[in-house]
């Protein structure tokens, strides 16, 4: 492979190495002092040090409830929170910031939707409707989609894949009709890598009266999304995501939802801020966002997200894109040179993001993790939550390797060096 002193790979980020800088953990040593070579960012991102700061200044000097409080310090985390939405709205293109609620992933975003579409009201689903998902899905948008068809007598149906793990679109007209009251699908597949067609397959739920639910959940780390700019019939109804993908803390996800979703879906769980008036009789609610963000919110956490998309706004999510698309094609590059190694998933990096799940002939995936890990690679090895995907290629797991805006090019080329490495291990060559 060429040498990493002498690589000129278009599309990388000009200021990577003070990027670098900006993520303390990337100066960890680790497996007895080598370099941490960190590729499982699809799992979870690392956080730069303004989002790390941002949340121990909160913690240190506005700790308090919000909206409670009649006080100086409740005055200022409910400041700090509401600032968090108002980032996460500019990071979204988001027509109001009253339309983005905060759950604590994006699985309990997914759920909220699903849960409230099963009670009754304009967008109930019921026995007769189908509801349309893919293949391709990580479980949190395939589970509550069963529960639902479970419980309502709706039917669950989906896309297949193709060959080179692409949506299988051939039979659309057959999959979207007039009984298809959901449409729901990830933007980016956490597992194959695949972009998904999201202009197309919600301009043909929607002309059948479908709501559409996009899991961003690997979108939002590198690809610009600006949803005033889409055009209204190739808008999603529902655009979920979380923190912990976007250089952000764990514990906290987005849900976008149209006002017009938001205003006729019922809540999702009862308690204190989301209520309009209690009496022992009935109760009454708040207007959304608040209407489904019951009790004590992940406060910290909102401010952390606020400085994380901000960080991400700053750098630009053009020059991400174009820094994950030049490092997938040169990992592609790299992977295709070891004997027995077989990519899951588009092998070309037109139409895909910074994911890779592969497997080696005669080696288990967690077996390749561990060697890596010992030589200070961090992959990730299972079935990364999308079983049936696994399934449609024949496979039990994988092991993926997903880089990120932090990702160097010597990096993936100590990713391949590993991976020769593994097959003598192992004794295959």
């Known amino acids: ?31 007895g002092g080598l370099p941490l070579v960190y590729l499982d960012s699809a799992n979870t991102s690392q956080k730069p040090q303004c989002v790390i ?35 996460v709205a500019a990071f979204l293109g988001a027509p109001s910031r009253d339309e983005v609620i905060f759950t604590k992933n994006a699985s309990e975003a997914l759920n909220l939707v699903a849960s409230t579409l099963a009670f009754r009201g304009p967008r109930q689903v019921g026995e007769g409707d189908e509801v349309v998902i893919t293949e391709m899905e990580h479980h949190s948008n395939i589970v509550p989609w069963q529960m639902l068809t479970e419980r309502t007598g709706a039917t669950l149906r989906w896309f297949g894949l193709t060959d080179d793990g692409r949506l299988d679109l051939s039979d659309i007209d057959e999959l979207i009709t007039e009984r298809t009251k959901v449409v729901s699908f990830t933007w980016v597949s956490n597992m194959l890598g695949t972009i998904n067609p999201v202009a197309e397959l919600t301009r043909r739920a929607h002309e059948v009266g479908a709501i559409v639910v996009v899991d961003a959940s690997q979108a939002a780390p590198q690809l610009p999304i600006d949803l005033q700019a889409m055009a209204p019939e190739e808008r999603p109804d529902a655009v979920v995501f979380t923190g912990h993908k976007v250089v952000g803390p764990t514990g906290i996800g987005v849900l976008w939802g149209s006002r017009a979703l938001l205003e006729e879906l019922p809540p999702f769980l009862g308690g204190g801020e989301m209520i309009e008036t209690v009496r022992m009789e009935r109760s009454t609610y708040a207007p959304i966002p608040h209407k489904f963000e019951a009790g004590t919110p992940p406060i910290a956490e909102a401010v952390g997200l606020g400085a994380a998309v901000d960080y991400l706004r700053d750098l630009g999510l053009d020059d991400v894109r174009r820094h994950e698309h030049a490092l997938t094609a040169y ?18 990096a037109e139409g895909r993001g910074g994911a890779i799940s592969f497997e080696i002939d005669g080696v288990h995936p967690h077996d390749v993790a561990q060697v890596l890990d010992a030589r200070g690679i961090a992959v990730r090895a299972g079935h990364h939550c999308a079983k049936p995907a696994h399934a449609r290629f024949g496979v039990q797991s994988s092991t993926r390797m997903s880089s990120y805006l932090y ?9 391949v060096e590993g991976l020769h490495y593994t097959r003598s291990y192992f004794k295959l060559d």
């Open 1 to 31: 492979m060429t040498a990493p002193s002498q690589l000129t790979l278009e599309g990388l980020l000009p200021q990577l190495e003070v990027v670098r800088k900006d993520f303390p953990i990337l100066e960890r040593s680790v497996a």
């Open 53 to 87: 700061d941002a949340m121990v200044d909160h913690l240190e000097r506005h700790n308090a409830n919000i909206a409670r409080a009649m006080h100086t310090l409740g005055a200022e985390a409910t400041e700090a929170f509401e600032g968090g939405r108002d980032k």
């Open 331 to 348: 990992a592609l590059d790299g992977l295709a040179t070891v004997p027995g190694l077989t990519v899951l998933g588009p092998l070309d």
């Open 407 to 415: 990702t160097t090019p010597a990096e993936i080329d100590a990713l």
